[in-house]
């Protein structure tokens, strides 16, 4: 087992092109080659819970293939616990776990305490082990209610914290994260979010995160890495990404009727349809408590919401604006 502050992820000009088959005429088809790593460089240690982001094609779920051996790089190295992944992907394999958001690993038709216990044979996990882990993770993830109920009856939601489970039963030091909260409502992420707190502070897992909801990534990582076409552009600590790239917010408002876009000190109105209107202002200027005081002073609200910078929006910003200081 390694111990926190050693590397246990270590990669280095890593590449992976594909050939893909383009239509070029009525019946011909080329041969084109399309890099979707290009030359990416990381280090993460033990214990951390890195955010791992970009825009969709940016490459992350290609590296996160790469990184338990699903996928064999087309050049560079990579280290995971010490093991490459492409030629050791057994032993690996019960070194990490891995959640891919939109698949599961659980068995559709079998009841969910059925596809823990079949899990425990496939990574040869002691059984009072395994009975141990159980049970701490049916508390906190409070899956008692579902576990009889087969795969395919199961919600989002409670999938979703089965396949969590499923990935951290037998104790891996490291695991993969790939959109582990799209589709699920507000109650399920919050959920899904301080399980991954829990299981990081108090088990010591190491966290790789790719997801494309940033306040996923504001309550969980320190470090983010952002990739793009390929590229990482930018790995450090979140705190100074939004302070500089994820300042505007968006204060979306619900009037009792149509009017006029709305005057306020420190807001700009981006859209208006019908009685909903769209308020983009600054962290930096106004707090989102001040503006909505301001805009219930000129109109009588009905609903409000606030939406965060989107991955997309900050990547284009970075674009913009460049890094340099």
């Excluded at 308020?279 to 606030?306: E, G, I, N, Q, Y």
């Amino acid at each position: 087992m390694i111990s926190n502050g050693d590397a246990v992820i270590e990669v280095r000009r890593l590449e992976k092109t594909f050939t893909v088959m383009q239509k070029t005429g009525r019946l011909r088809r080329t041969r084109q080659q399309v890099q979707a790593v290009a030359g990416v460089d990381f280090t993460v240690e033990a214990g951390e819970m890195v955010g791992y982001i970009g825009p969709n094609g940016a490459g992350k779920s290609t590296t996160i293939k790469m990184l338990t051996g699903i996928l064999v790089p087309s050049g560079g190295t990579i280290r995971v616990v010490g093991l490459e992944p492409s030629r050791r992907r057994v032993e690996l394999a019960r070194r990490i776990g891995v959640v891919f958001g939109q698949r599961t690993q659980l068995w559709w038709d079998l009841p969910l305490r059925d596809s823990f216990e079949l899990l425990r044979h496939v990574y040869r996990v002691a059984p009072d082990r395994h009975a141990q882990n159980l049970a701490a993770f049916i508390e906190l993830l409070d899956m008692g209610p579902f576990l009889d109920t087969p795969v395919r009856q199961l919600s989002l939601g409670q999938r979703m914290r089965g396949d969590l489970t499923a990935a951290l039963l037998h104790d891996p030091e490291i695991v993969y994260l790939d959109e582990p909260t799209i589709g699920l409502d507000v109650v399920s992420k919050a959920q899904v979010r301080e399980f991954l707190a829990n299981v990081n502070r108090e088990r010591g897992t190491t966290v790789l995160l790719t997801t494309h909801d940033l306040a996923d990534i504001e309550r969980l990582c320190r470090r983010v890495m952002i990739i793009d076409h390929g590229r990482v552009i930018y790995d450090g600590e979140l705190e100074t990404i939004k302070q500089r790239f994820g300042t505007e917010r968006t204060l979306v408002v619900d009037l009792e009727e149509p009017g006029p876009p709305i005057e306020v000190e420190g807001a700009e109105v981006v859209k208006v349809e019908g009685p909903r209107q769209w308020l983009r202002f600054k962290r930096t200027d106004v707090t989102a408590a001040d503006l909505v005081a301001r805009v219930a002073a000129h109109a009588h609200l009905v609903d409000l919401s606030v939406e965060e910078p989107d991955i997309e929006g900050v990547v284009r910003r970075i674009y913009v604006e460049g890094l340099d200081p």
